[in-house]
């Protein structure tokens, strides 16, 4: 499937603003079942410098500074993706309890780069009251991903999806306790969960697809920035969940990149110089190829 | 020196430095103790007393700023050195070198392709479990694959005589400069002892550094601008930074000083931006750059400016990894692995109980280990099981078994004892090294020399110096003769001039121009507060005192209180009410704009400049701040006894502070509060004439500090023109308004020295600010206002109130408008993106 993605970032700000530093994390990594055939950056106002770079976990991050007065700043990001289906996840495996034991005797770059998820992150600190949850998931002697798609399946029957009720800095335990959160609450939870029984998992930022109701016009920037959980299985390597759609993830999944949390992959950081109140806008359009083009034949 | 080292007794168990085991004097020893012995007990004392005295002054400016009512804790120093021989030293040397290369190699590894962690020669959870290892730091290449420009290294003698590391500081390494103020304290105190136990210098070391910060400026071609980044006064070791960067001629700024544009780094001046070329930083590594780190400190964009080389960072972002207290036990195999050598300097044996066995090993045998943190960001202090209660040691054991990887054991090994100044004699205390290295073109170097840290008593092996332990010098002994380098300039060598001023850093100008309109506006408010007491308290006349409701109104706009907040019917009859509205005026601390919050200003920027001010000028902050702390309920006295220390503030300010730059900023502050405040003052209380105006003219004259002059000058009773020509027109009067904008033109005049553009701006509304008063015409006012409200007074008070506001503004525009705060921006994911808050 080929996707014609559109992501427009807009900050708005009470008083002019000269200088701002940002770090972005838009442009899609290449990964075995991801192609991206093109990919362009727009940021307004024109940035000093723009660097573009792979970052420590491989994914494409982009450092810019603008430096010249402004009462908006607007990043674009238009991109044409193709997405291959995935193979389905493999049966058999790791049983749980020795899931970090094999970890720990995998060699080389990818068990090295496995083995890092297994931890704390800045974000994700280790909660006892996850573990606990987490454990209502471990039949002795269960696969990891058994474990992970029954954990994911949980979370999405015992949460319910409220975006009033979250922002940026609510953190797992607020999840946890209040039962409802965002795609991001909930890979942040399932990662906490996954972690703090030695299994490794990362944070992975993207996109899904959205079907109109049926009758209905594709509404422009409907769609969203979206999350979801990748789980390490020693044996058969990483497995992407989606605890907010209880799926997981295939076709109607644009990877974007990974890191240990929100924080390390978060679209657009930027720190700004000058006081006064901002506003974030996003608009997201994520368009099946075909779709787009009788879009662009109907305005014709 | 008999009498004193007789009767000097070892600790059985540990090494005495001093003595042999048999109790003969260890011969490297014998000449400083036999000078000790020549100037005898008695003078030994006098001496060292007014030692301490020099220290404690020089501890007002050099002191730790942690807490502003604490501005005199002197740093501890013990008059007798540690002497170490030269042939020990060499030993010490070699090891220290060798480690310094393996740190550095270790460093250059994880931050490269980490083959320590896949070929699994380290665990992989020192580094990807361990908050100090920054993965944007694997973007920096430092020049030379040098991340460490300096190391400490803290040692401990075995009972055997071995010296072994405690523990490495790889990423700000602190005390060095502690290490250079004792050298200067013991050697201008014992002068004989010092010159003739041939001691190695210390400024060799320090050249070799300033040499090396040097080689690093990426600038080829220019003198390089070198800056130390400090965390500020509230650091505990902000002595030794400000210290540090005076004896190395750097310019000591902090992370709202420094601006990334264009990927390289500036420091903002108030002659503009100046280029820097290295930072010799002294803040971890988190708090450097909020857009690279999980932090909101920091110069963002930093991390990009080193990783496209256009500023040298010493020591490199990311080095703190290498102190992680848990890497010790790996170090031996490190060794061989990363340098193919044997370690000449062993650490302390110590083991990471994240590994099963080596947990078991530690529980097994509690006693004979002391318990710490395995990563450098957890920050409890070391336990020692042998001391604890039966509970307390349930409860170490199940927190190491809980989260096993977060805890090292170190052997707990008695310390070596050396020689300590106690009550006019020798006594025994536990001491550890810490010794210092840094990277030169040549090579690592070794300071011959370190900061002695001493335990508090004799039996306790806990060596802090915030616990209150001790520090002593340390002398290493020359094989030949003492070579002399001194970082003063050569003689002949060119003196670079530089202008004063321009370079001072816009934070502290801004600060300086806030201090002066906090100590106004505090004076003021001061001043009518008194005013409005006399009133409530003295023999009032028998008609009451009607003014007093104005005077009272007046008070709540300065204070910018809503009108009605104050208004209290009858205040004479209220009492009670109105005295507890004055005391809100005054103590509340919610209060947005009271005479408290004008206090708690002043002394909070006056911390922050300390660095700036005299010592006198910061004993009157530090007074300022006892009185807001006292709550005193005899509010007459304490205003008066406030209005004394703040006059002595001003008058100090203007004799002993430097006429630069920053003394024009904390003037010009100073002068607009008063011109605005005194304009606002007489708006309230002269624009509506009222059948009690007599009264009201005596108070204005009373606030404003002018009826001595008032009745000298004209010997009649108070009456509005003369009185608004005093105290609007007049430029003689230093409390009128006209002389404050005579001033006001005047510092604007040579600000417009510094190098910008447009200053004539500024310069034109400060002139017409003078013209508008001095053509303002009394008598044509009044006759135009002739039985009504004051319209045409009320008029150009407002005007001029605007105009300082404008030209405040302008002025602040110009030469502090970067001294702006940062704040993040952030997007969210999912849920609430159609319009998402900004997260602030």
């Known amino acids: 499937m080929i996707y014609r993605l559109r992501h427009r970032t807009t900050f708005e700000y009470s008083q002019p603003v000269t200088f701002v530093y940002n770090l972005l994390h838009l442009k899609p990594r290449d990964v075995p079942w991801q192609a991206g055939h093109a990919s362009k950056l727009t940021v307004l106002p024109e940035p000093v410098v723009l660097n573009e770079y792979r970052d420590y976990f491989g994914n494409i991050a982009t450092y810019c500074a603008v430096e010249q007065k402004h009462e908006a700043m607007r990043v674009l990001i238009e991109s044409e993706i193709e997405v291959l289906s995935r193979p389905a996840p493999q049966t058999g495996g790791t049983p749980w309890e020795q899931s970090q034991a094999e970890l720990r005797t995998l060699r080389g770059p990818a068990g090295t780069d496995a083995f890092q998820f297994c931890f704390d992150s800045p974000l994700l600190p280790y909660l006892e009251e996850t573990r606990q949850y987490a454990l209502g998931s471990c039949a002795p002697g269960r696969p990891v991903h058994e474990l992970a798609m029954d954990l994911m399946q949980r979370i999405h029957s015992e949460f319910e999806y409220d975006p009033s009720s979250t922002t940026v800095t609510t953190t797992v335990a607020e999840v946890l306790s209040h039962r409802r959160g965002v795609c991001q609450d909930f890979a942040h939870l399932m990662i906490t969960c996954l972690r703090s029984l030695g299994i490794a998992a990362r944070y992975i930022s993207g996109y899904i697809q959205t079907t109109p109701p049926p009758g209905k016009q594709r509404l422009r920037g409907a769609d969203a920035s979206h999350a979801w959980v990748g789980v390490f299985c020693p044996r058969n390597g990483w497995l992407d969940l989606d605890p907010t759609n209880n799926k997981p993830a295939n076709e109607e999944f644009i990877t974007i990149g990974w890191g240990r949390d929100y924080g390390d992959v978060c679209p657009v950081k930027g720190m700004l110089v000058g006081g006064g109140e901002h506003k974030v806008k996003a608009e997201v359009d994520m368009i099946p190829e075909q779709e787009y083009l009788q879009m662009q034949q109907q305005q014709q | ?840």
């Not at chain 2, 003198?223 to 650091?235: C, E, N, Q, S």
């Not at chain 2, 001039?497 to 801004?510: F, H, K, M, N, Q």
Request: aromatic share 8%; proline share 7%.
């Open chain 2, 1 to 840: 020196m008999d009498t004193l080292t007789k009767q000097y007794r070892p600790i059985p168990g540990a090494y005495p430095e001093m003595m042999h085991p048999d109790g003969t004097i260890r011969p490297h020893w014998q000449p400083m103790l036999n000078r000790l012995e020549d100037y005898g007990r008695d003078n030994v004392i006098v001496r060292w007393q007014r030692a301490q005295r020099s220290i404690r002054q020089n501890g007002v400016t050099y002191n730790t700023f942690g807490d502003p009512g604490d501005i005199s804790r002197p740093w501890e120093l013990d008059p007798i050195p540690l002497v170490i021989s030269p042939d020990e030293w060499d030993t010490i040397s070699t090891g220290l070198i060798q480690r310094a290369h393996l740190l550095n190699e270790l460093l250059a590894d994880l931050f490269g392709n980490q083959d320590l962690l896949t070929r699994a020669v380290l665990p992989p959870e020192l580094v990807y479990a361990n908050p100090a290892f920054h993965r944007s730091c694997c973007r920096i290449s430092p020049p030379n694959r040098i991340y460490i420009d300096m190391l400490a290294v803290d040692l401990a003698r075995m009972p055997n005589g071995e010296w072994r590391v405690l523990k490495d500081h790889t990423q700000a390494p602190t005390g060095a400069g502690y290490a250079l103020e004792n050298r200067l304290v013991v050697s201008r105190t014992f002068p004989s002892m010092y010159r003739d136990s041939r001691v190695q210098r210390l400024a060799g070391f320090f050249a070799e550094l300033r040499a090396r910060l040097s080689e690093l400026s990426p600038r080829s071609g220019h003198a390089p601008r070198i800056v130390i980044l400090t965390a500020g006064p509230d650091d505990e070791t902000f002595f030794e930074h400000a210290y540090l960067a005076r004896y190395l001629g750097y310019q000591l700024v902090q992370v709202n000083d420094l601006t990334v544009r264009q990927n390289k780094v500036y420091i903002k001046t108030l002659g503009g931006l100046k280029r820097v070329d290295v930072i010799l930083r002294r803040q971890a590594d988190l708090d450097c750059d909020p857009l690279a780190f999980d932090s909101n400190q920091g110069i963002p964009g930093l991390v990009e400016a080193a990783v496209a080389g256009e500023v040298v960072i010493a020591n490199a972002l990311g080095s703190g990894l290498a102190e992680t207290p848990a890497l010790l036990p790996f170090l031996p195999v490190l060794f061989r692995q990363l340098l193919g050598e044997e370690p000449l300097l062993q650490s302390v044996p110590t083991l990471w109980c994240g590994q099963p066995a080596e947990l078991q090993q530690v529980i097994d045998n509690l006693d004979s280990w002391v318990i710490k943190p395995a990563f450098s960001h957890i920050r409890e202090p070391a336990v020692f099981p042998g001391q604890l209660s039966p509970d307390q040691r349930t409860d170490l054991i199940g927190r190491m078994q809980a989260n096993p990887k977060n805890f090292i054991a170190q052997e707990s090994i008695p310390l070596s004892i050396a020689p300590c100044w106690f009550e006019g004699n020798l006594s025994p205390r536990h001491i550890i090294l810490r010794a210092y290295v840094t990277a030169t073109r040549n090579g690592w170097k070794v300071m011959p020399g370190g900061l002695i840290r001493t335990s508090i008593k004799a039996d306790s092996m806990v060596v802090a110096m915030e616990k209150g332990g001790g520090s002593k010098d340390a002398w290493v002994i020359a094989k030949d003769e003492v070579s002399k380098i001194s970082l003063l300039p050569q003689e002949g060598s060119e003196l670079e001039v530089e202008r004063p001023g321009e370079t001072l850093p816009s934070r502290i100008a801004d600060n300086l121009f806030w201090l002066g309109r906090y100590i106004q506006r505090a004076e003021l408010q001061s001043r009518m507060l008194r005013t409005i007491m006399r009133r409530l308290t003295e023999e009032t006349l028998p008609d009451g005192t009607p003014e007093l409701s104005e005077l009272l109104r007046a008070l709540a706009v300065m204070t910018e209180q809503k009108p009605e907040a104050c208004i209290i019917e009858a205040p004479i009859a209220n009492m009670d009410a109105t005295i507890r509205y004055i005391y809100d005026v005054i103590y509340d601390s919610e209060h947005p704009n009271n005479l408290y919050r004008a206090l708690q200003q002043s002394v909070r920027i006056g911390i922050m400049v300390r660095d700036r001010i005299s010592i006198d000028t910061w004993r009157i902050l530090d007074r300022m701040d006892h009185q807001l702390r006292r709550s005193s309920l005899d509010i007459p006295s304490m205003l008066d006894e406030l209005l004394m220390i703040l006059a002595a503030f001003s008058g100090l300010g203007y004799e002993s502070m430097t006429h630069g730059y920053g003394w024009h900023f904390m003037d010009m502050g100073f002068r607009m509060e008063r011109a605005t405040m005194n304009a606002i003052f007489l708006r309230e209380l002269l624009t509506h004439p009222s059948d009690y105006e007599e009264p009201v003219l005596d108070a204005v004259l009373e606030i404003a500090s002018s009826a001595i002059t008032y009745r000298t000058r004209y010997q009649t009773r108070a009456s509005i023109l003369p009185l608004l020509d005093l105290l609007l027109k007049d430029p003689a009067n230093p409390r009128g308004i006209a002389f404050q904008l005579e001033l006001i033109h005047e510092h604007i005049r040579i600000l417009s020295n510094l190098p910008r553009d447009g200053q004539i701006t500024e310069q034109i509304l400060a002139h017409d600010l003078i013209r508008l008063v001095e053509r303002f015409d009394l008598n044509e006012a009044r006759r135009m206002d002739q039985n009504s409200e004051r319209h045409i007074l009320n008029g150009l008070l407002n005007e001029i109130i605007n105009r300082t506001q404008e030209l405040s503004n302008l002025v602040t525009e110009r030469y502090l408008a970067h001294v702006e705060p940062t704040q993040q921006l952030f997007t969210l994911v999912g849920g609430n993106l159609q319009d998402g808050e900004g997260v602030r």
